[in-house]
Nanobody
Framework: QVRLVESGGGLVQAGDSLTLSCAFA????????MAWFRQSPGKEREFLTD????????NSGDSVKGRFTVSRDNSKGTVYLQMTTLKPEDTAIYYC??????????????????WGQGTQVTVSS
């Protein structure tokens, strides 16, 4: 059974940077496209960015383009989310997700088979 464990969340100030990690276990990492989503109270889960199995193609949502960067280390079974110029509106629980199959780049949560438990990111003004 695939397990995803996010880490690296915390409390930061506006303008700071933060890097989240997501460790993959229980399956073959390179068979899975990976993505990051976030969810704030009262809001739907929002697609942030994804990366294909090889790590050479990614897509990002408009709200984070130019500020957030996804990467993966296939030798370590880990995907990262580098976040810069953080804003209070980035406050949310951040989730990583894994999907088998072709890289759809749709940003649709229903395309993802596995989810982590989430890590809280709080950005103070």
């Amino acid at each position: 059974q695939v397990r995803l464990v996010e880490s690296g969340g915390g409390l930061v100030q506006a303008g700071d940077s933060l890097t989240l990690s997501c460790a993959f276990a229980g399956g073959i990492f390179t068979n899975h496209n990976m993505a990051w989503f976030r969810q704030s109270p009262g809001k739907e889960r929002e697609f942030l960015t994804d990366i294909n199995r090889a790590g050479d193609s990614s897509n990002s949502g408009d709200s984070v383009k130019g500020r957030f960067t996804v990467s993966r280390d296939n030798s370590k079974g880990t995907v990262y989310l580098q976040m810069t110029t953080l804003k209070p509106e980035d406050t949310a629980i951040y989730y990583c997700a894994a999907a088998l199959g072709p890289h759809s780049a749709s940003g649709d949560p229903s395309d993802y088979n596995y989810w982590g438990q989430g890590t809280q990111v709080t950005v103070s003004s």
